[in-house]
């Protein structure tokens, strides 16, 4: 029996050996599919959230900044594409057998909503290949992670805004993770002075240092966070893995500004609140839960966090219509 | 032919341009004059009702009622029930959300909701102004009781499937127009400030005479509502509409119908002959009824101009909803806005104000509404009904294979929408043993 015991214990503790070491990017495929996306660790701890008044360009509800800590994930390395959210909209591997799915978490497929097909061309004409999703809802973005989640066996969500700010910044406290010369940002992003007013391929300009592609710009990305402007001002100094839990539909944080932004939208600490208008051409009532027709702009990446959460944590990540 | 039909002369150059003065009067914006404003006639409370209580039927109800402040949704419709009462809901929350005083003006009494085949005409008989948004098979029926009945009208394109219902809609809006009547379409780009800023570009001169042109409307393909066990042929039919000729006139019709209108508003035109191929290649399984995924026509002008017209519905293919023309000083293309000179360089760009453009969708309801207080008369249905014809024609010549002419197309007899329908009635296709139905076949199918 103790010995048993030990055995157990040491197998136990090879495992947890292995978990350690596995914190490494890693290919995450999609079964049924030859497609595949990258996943970059970020090691967690202490940032400075937002940023300082004499930061030019800066907005108030950038500030006060806060001392916050954020706890290790896995990022994409890329924004989300058409090729992948595509699946997710059309549903049609669901059933396609899986032997290789990891054992992280186990959902019933049947069990996520799925998105309703738009009736007019969601990419408005920019590309579809190589080229980020958009247009999509905060609630599409977190429904298709949880479609992930149950397609692949491990836990994506969307990044907190805490989260996506520390994975762009990648340790920098300068206006963009390149520094402050905007002049250089045309190396980094695409926004409205190089992107010819559209959104162009993913991962076609210079990471940031931790090898995360388009941060700045290409599309603005959703995070999970309720937009409240005075959110820093409120939050305690150190507070660990903080967000604003969302129980209004608007507004919502959208980050790291897109094609059709100036360089100030682009900053690390800058800030978006999603708005009504940008289902202002739906011109069906109830106005879809899932597209937003007037936000060619915004688009999202995944995050995956280094430890499991507990399955009620697990689901206060995932969106629910409001 | 009878009397009351439509000939080709009535399609002609002239013809249009008159016609299409008075619909682009109608959509510009041109602000009131203080004369205008005092003959505004706001005393009057208007009554609405809508008769098809799709997604869409309730848009554009919401979209009436935020138009025009004195204004009650009295009245609805729909083949089914469910759908009254799930609209219903949806308006009502929608309203809420706009202005909570305004919920006041939803006074949808229980008897006032009708169910059936024959709920249009109850809708109708209650109201000032319906909003008809049925699938399209239904529209010449509903847009004729409503016109006899002496009601203005927002009805959704295409506004027929067949061309027995393209003269009857043609018609009654000389009826329309006789009563003074107001009429607005839902081919929403008339009423769109970079639509009606580049068309009086093209009408200035700027990309002199249109040629050529290329208009889309390829994209993954739309909603599909699966079998229920249980339903009739005809509720299935009914609830999966989009897949039925009868009612839905096929993707061409339906949806491809706003880029082939524009081709012909910035033509200034209708097309004379279409030739065209299609099919249906990857959607064709069993909830996919009978409509092609795919038609390429290709559209001859009076003038000599020639425009290509590709619709597609299939997915993981190259997707574009746009139109593009070229002149003999320039081009343009709309989804940009952009126009260029004969050289390719960027002579024209329309701006617009992003996010706070006026929505073509709720300014339609405001100019019909403004246009019914000021004894003014919108009238778009000739226009619609011609564009509808010129789709119908696209999907004759994909069908048939063979070419189709204008003066071919009026002459046909072929109707696919039934005079009336009851639930008791088998739908005008239906399924073999194996859940299939009769599919069009290029140098098969006849066309009369």
């Not at chain 1, 977190?142 to 969500?157: D, H, V």
């Not at chain 2, 016609?19 to 203080?34: D, Q, R």
């Not at chain 2, 402040?69 to 949806?90: C, K």
Request: proline share 5%.
């Amino acid at each position: 029996m103790k010995i048993r015991y030990l055995i157990t214990l040491f197998i136990f503790n090879i495992n947890f050996t292995i978990s350690q070491d596995s914190f490494d990017s890693y290919d995450q495929k999609i079964n049924g599919t030859d497609y595949s996306f990258k996943m970059v660790p970020v090691t967690g701890g202490l940032f400075q959230m937002g940023s300082l008044k004499n930061e030019v360009g800066r907005f108030i509800d950038e500030g006060p900044v806060k001392n916050v800590e954020v706890s290790s994930f896995w990022i994409g390395a890329y924004e989300v594409t058409w090729e992948l959210y595509e699946l997710f909209v059309q549903r049609s591997i669901d059933d396609i057998e899986n032997n290789s799915k990891s054992n992280e978490i186990s959902i019933d497929i049947d069990a996520v909503s799925g998105a309703t097909t738009p009736y007019t061309d969601m990419t408005f004409g920019m590309g579809l290949d190589g080229f980020p999703a958009i247009c999509m809802t905060q609630l599409a973005a977190s429904k298709f992670c949880e479609w992930l989640s149950a397609i692949t066996g491990n836990y994506y969500r969307l990044p907190t805004e805490a989260e996506w700010e520390y994975a762009c910044r990648a340790g920098t406290k300068t206006k963009f993770s390149f520094g402050d010369d905007v002049n250089l940002l045309d190396e980094y992003a695409w926004f409205s002075k190089n992107s010819g007013e559209k959104y162009q391929k993913v991962g076609t300009k210079k990471p940031n240092s931790w090898g995360i592609y388009d941060m700045h710009g290409n599309v603005s990305e959703w995070t999970l966070d309720q937009y409240v402007p005075s959110a820093y001002y409120n939050r305690k100094d150190n507070s660990k893995d903080p967000y604003e839990l969302a129980v209004k539909e608007y507004p919502r944080v959208v980050r790291g500004g897109s094609w059709s932004d100036n360089p100030n939208k682009l900053r690390s600490s800058a800030r978006t609140a999603s708005n009504s208008k940008w289902k202002k051409r739906d011109p069906q009532i109830p106005k879809s839960l899932w597209w937003h027709t007037d936000a060619p702009f915004v688009g999202f990446r995944i995050v995956r966090p280094k430890e499991l959460p507990i399955e009620e944590e697990r689901k206060k990540y995932w969106i629910n219509p409001s | 032919m009878k009397k009351n039909e439509i000939k080709t002369k009535d399609f002609s150059r002239r013809n249009f341009i008159k016609k299409s003065a008075l619909i682009t009067g109608g959509a510009l914006s041109i602000p009131l004059s203080v004369d205008a404003m005092a003959n505004v006639n706001n005393e009057k409370k208007l009554k609405i009702g809508v008769v098809g209580c799709g997604g869409r039927g309730a848009g554009a109800t919401v979209q009436a009622l935020k138009a025009d402040p004195n204004t009650e949704l009295v009245a609805m419709g729909d083949a089914f029930m469910d759908r009254v009462d799930s609209t219903l809901g949806s308006v009502k929350k929608a309203m809420e959300n706009y202005n909570s005083s305004s919920l006041k003006r939803i006074k949808v009494k229980d008897s006032n909701k009708f169910a059936g085949f024959d709920a249009y005409k109850n809708v109708i008989d209650k109201v000032d102004v319906v909003i008809l948004a049925t699938p399209p098979g239904f529209r010449p029926y509903h847009f004729e009781y409503a016109v006899n009945a002496g009601k203005h009208v927002f009805m959704e394109k295409p506004l027929a499937v067949d061309v027995p219902g393209i003269h009857k809609v043609m018609e009654m809006a000389r009826v329309a127009d006789e009563k003074k009547l107001n009429v607005v379409v839902g081919l929403q780009r008339h009423y769109q400030n970079k639509y009606i800023d580049l068309k009086s570009k093209i009408d200035r001169g700027d990309i002199g005479r249109i040629v050529s042109g290329q208009v889309y409307w390829n994209s993954p393909g739309v909603w599909v509502r699966k079998r229920v066990s249980g339903q009739s042929e005809m509720e299935y039919q009914m609830r999966n509409w989009y897949y039925f000729n009868w009612l839905c006139g096929d993707h061409i019709l339906e949806q491809h119908i706003h880029n082939i209108d524009v081709a012909n508003w910035f033509i200034g035109e209708y097309p004379i002959s279409a030739q065209g191929m299609g099919g249906r290649q990857v959607r064709n399984g069993l909830d996919h009824g009978e409509i092609y995924d795919h038609h390429f026509v290709e559209y001859t002008y009076p003038s000599g101009a020639v425009v290509a017209s590709q619709c597609r519905h299939q997915k993981g293919t190259m997707r574009r909803v746009d139109e593009y023309f070229q002149g003999t000083k320039g081009s343009i293309i709309t989804g940009k806005a952009e126009i260029k000179n004969v050289n390719g360089d960027l002579a024209y760009k329309y701006k617009g104000k992003g996010l706070n453009e006026p929505d073509p969708y709720q300014f339609e309801h405001d100019k019909l509404f403004s246009s019914i207080r000021n004894n003014e008369v919108i009238s778009d249905t000739e226009n619609g009904a011609k564009s509808t014809l010129t789709a119908i024609m696209g999907r004759m010549a994909t069908y048939s294979g063979k070419i189709i002419t204008l003066e071919d197309a009026l002459k046909s007899k072929q109707q696919i929408m039934p005079e009336s329908v009851s639930w008791s009635d088998q739908p005008p296709t239906i399924p073999d043993s194996n859940g299939r139905y009769p599919i069009p076949t290029p140098g098969v199918t006849k066309i009369y």
